[in-house]
């Protein structure tokens, strides 16, 4: 995931298809797992910033009518 894509991640979720919106949730629930993982050193600011990337895919599938 590049640099641009999780900077402009929010900006970017209204032109995404649902599926590109579903794809960005799988993606960004599976950083915030790794980022909080025993054994992979922890990175609770990482963490932080993957579950708001999550609500705000989330809460853009709800403005669609869509369940996450």
């Known amino acids: 995931m590049g640099d641009k894509t999780i900077k402009n991640w929010e900006k ?6 649902d599926e590109g919106v579903r794809e960005r949730l799988t993606t960004a629930r599976k950083f915030e797992r ?4 025993k054994g992979m050193g922890r990175h609770p600011k990482a963490g932080r910033m993957w579950r708001e ?6 809460a853009e599938l709800d403005r669609r009518g869509l369940s996450s």
């Open 34 to 37: 790794w980022s909080m993982a």
């Open 12 to 17: 970017d979720l209204p032109g995404l298809t």
């Open 53 to 58: 990337k999550i609500q705000q895919a989330e």
